[in-house]
């Protein structure tokens, strides 16, 4: 019987030797070095001089010379086209020491052994999804029948949830308040907005990656692929769009969660479920400003996750107040359309000088993610690598540095200082008001870093551009006055104020044992075993809960690939058992909340220099960021280990 081929191990092709050669021109030549060995079986293609010298976030040459890259390139067309002829046979499964040979190769360094098999693991020489739900007919039919999950929000972890409780035949029910999926990318549909972490990290490994248009790609790009995604797996039969969960009650007697919905028409319904599965994300509820007057403007005034579909810019004069991480992007996609904008910046912003930031992904770089063997896996190890937190010591403070400013933690923080410091000023030559107005006043990466390919930058020094460091006292009907008294008209106010990050669940009640509700018991000190299990809270399991946000650049989605792994763990754990509900020990979860505060509180985030900052609360505390390497975490939500959870 024909075996299945690996969808990794590139998509049998006829094309000549000159579409190969151009191709070529356009590919990662280290990934295309890795995909070499995979092709035939020949290691020499990685043992040679030519290596890669770096294993930097976005440099996909890892420090080669161009007589390298032309070296690498035109030994490699002869060889596909070898391959080519003999149909193009699936390459043979590496033996580990070989799969950690190539890793040390990419990475430019040797590799840790203990975080090879996570790294293994995403890369899927055998073809199989590791995450897929392999124990359904363990479970009898009838009892997984009797058994009903609600999922809320159809965002990348709700949607990765539905398809997980597919597999594993059970029956479930995504709740989702908008009209589609895709959460964060639903919603943001703002000019400009696009992913900052590399587009063939940030989508789920399980899916093919060689459809990206760009290397970052944009809002509605991302927007249509959950869409598709959702199809593909029949998610949306098992969706209610436009209903909302508004309360969630947990009834001991039963052992059910009672949810209460409405639809946006107002009906309301109540879903009985045996676990909860909270896809609500953690940047899903906007923060508006408080400032006097905001109801007075007579204009279109809105948060950037709300923009007005079909807005006309032209000629208009815009407010923006907040750069952030949307406004950054916002900003240089309307700069030219407007009439003028004023951009309302409280603090200045670090960011990582990005040359692929807009880039298209070029055809031939397609074609070898399509066609070349494990070219597009090597690839996304080429992002995943130097962004899994591996290198997170270099976010903790060095308790022995002194630097009378503030504004590095450690020598290496002092050296990145001054490549990023170096960025700005030379792209605001002549103007030095705009450069004392761009330089962060705390240490690189204490607030999430941004992406620039230099147009945040070339935006500011527009000459309709104006950026405004005074605070802002008041809106007014036709404009907004800053403390100064000075007045600046507008027709337009987009508050990009980003989002209450700190309000876990927001706004839904949630109350669980004896009667506890979980606002209270998070407080403005909101914290989860792993993120993800809450003491009192029985079979309530989150997604992108407390302490999960990624600064360190890694990607969410497979933050949240880990996080259903252990939540379909759980679900395992119930019905193999026969046991009705969980919830973690106290001590479990205090043990891990004390390690976490001592973690978090010596990193770069938490650095007393940031005043304000998303990732804080109103003390100045982090309860919404993640110390944890990710080879770490992957490996505690493997399996959940029953010994740390009380059962009924
Ligand atoms: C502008 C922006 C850019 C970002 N860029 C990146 C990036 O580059 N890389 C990265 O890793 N992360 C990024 N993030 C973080 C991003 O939120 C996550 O990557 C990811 O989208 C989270 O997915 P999620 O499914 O957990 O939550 P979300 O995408 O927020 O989805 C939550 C869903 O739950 C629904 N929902 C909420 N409450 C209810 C309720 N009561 N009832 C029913 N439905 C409800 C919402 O409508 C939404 O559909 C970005 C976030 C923002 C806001």
């Keep these: 019987m024909a075996t299945e081929r690996n969808p990794h191990a590139g998509l049998p092709f006829s094309d000549d030797d000159a579409t190969i050669a151009a191709a070529l021109e356009d590919v990662c030549v280290p990934a295309l070095m890795c995909s070499m060995v995979h092709m035939t079986g020949d290691p020499s293609w990685i043992r040679g001089e030519i290596r890669p010298r770096v294993a930097i976030l976005n440099n996909y040459e890892s420090g080669l010379t161009a007589e390298e890259l032309a070296e690498i390139r035109s030994h490699a067309v002869p060889v596909i086209a070898q391959w080519r002829d003999a149909g193009c046979p699936e390459p043979q499964v590496p033996s580990p020491e070989l799969v950690k040979e190539l890793m040390d190769f990419m990475a430019a360094a040797p590799v840790n052994p203990a975080v090879v098999p996570m790294f293994a693991d995403d890369l899927h020489f055998d073809g199989a999804d590791s ?16 058994f009903h999950v609600v999922v809320i929000g159809c965002g990348e972890s709700g949607l990765l949830t539905g398809i997980r409780l597919d597999q594993a035949g059970i029956p479930y029910t995504i709740i989702e308040k908008t009209d589609g999926p895709g959460g964060t990318w639903r919603d943001n549909r703002y000019p400009g907005a696009r992913v900052d972490i590399g587009s063939h990290f940030y989508c789920y490994s399980f899916e093919p990656s060689d459809h990206w248009s760009e290397y970052f790609c944009r809002q509605p790009e991302l927007r249509a692929y959950f869409e598709r995604v959702m199809r593909k797996y029949r998610v949306d039969e098992k969706c209610r769009f436009n209903t909302e969960v508004t309360q969630a009650t947990w009834n001991e007697a039963t052992a059910t969660w009672s949810v209460e919905v409405r639809t946006l028409d107002g009906r309301t319904d109540v879903i009985e479920a045996n676990v909860v599965v909270s896809g609500t994300g953690a940047l899903n509820a906007p923060r508006m400003p408080d400032i006097a007057g905001m109801e007075e403007f007579n204009g279109p005034s809105f948060h950037s996750a709300r923009w007005p579909d079909g807005l006309d810019l ?17 900003s240089p996609t309307i700069a030219d359309e407007v009439a003028h904008l004023d951009i309302y910046q409280r603090t200045a912003q670090w960011m990582f000088p990005n040359m692929n930031y807009h880039r298209e992904v070029p055809e031939g770089d397609v074609w070898a993610m399509r066609h070349l063997p494990f070219y597009a896996r090597w690839f996304r190890f080429l ?3 130097p962004a899994s937190g591996l290198s997170i010591e270099g976010s903790r403070v060095d308790p022995t540095w002194h630097d009378p400013e503030g504004r590095s933690i450690s020598q290496a923080s002092f050296e990145r200082r001054t490549i990023f410091e170096n960025w700005i000023t030379s792209h605001l030559e002549g103007r030095p008001d705009l450069v004392e107005k761009s330089m962060p006043h705390y240490p690189p990466s204490a607030k999430r870093m941004l ?3 230099g147009s945040w930058l070339k935006c500011l020094m527009k000459p309709n551009v104006e950026l405004i460091k005074t605070g802002i006292e008041r809106v007014t009907a036709d404009g907004v006055v800053t403390d100064d008294g000075e007045f600046r008209a507008a027709d337009v106010i987009i508050y990009a104020t980003g989002f209450r990050h700190n309000d876990y669940l927001f706004p839904m009640t949630i109350i669980g044992r004896d009667g506890i509700n979980l606002r209270e018991q998070f407080g403005d000190e909101p914290t989860a075993y792993l993120g993800i299990s809450i003491p009192n809270f029985p079979n309530l399991f989150c997604l992108y809960g407390p302490g999960t946000n990624l600064a360190h650049g890694a990607s969410l989605i497979f933050q949240s690939e880990c996080q259903v792994n252990y939540v379909m763990s759980a679900i395992h754990e119930l019905l193999s058992t026969g046991r009705r509900a969980m919830e973690p020990k106290l001590e479990v979860h205090d043990k891990y909340v004390e ?12 650095h007393p220099t940031v005043k304000h900052s998303h990732f804080k609360n109103k003390d100045g505390k982090i309860y919404t960021l993640s110390p944890w390497p990710i080879p770490d975490y992957w490996e505690w939500t493997r399996k959940v280990n029953a010994d740390e959870y009380d059962f009924v």
């Excluded at 995450?131 to 009797?146: F, H």
């Design 131 to 146: 995450g897929a739900i392999t124990w359904k007919d363990e479970i009898r039919a009838d009892v997984r029948n009797a």
């Design 383 to 385: 992002m995943f690598y």
């Design 595 to 606: 390690i976490y505060e001592s973690e978090i509180n010596q990193m770069v985030w938490a």
């Design 451 to 453: 992406q620039d390919n």
């Design 314 to 330: 032209a000629g208009k004069r815009v407010a923006q107040i907040g750069a952030g991480a949307s406004g950054f992007q916002i």
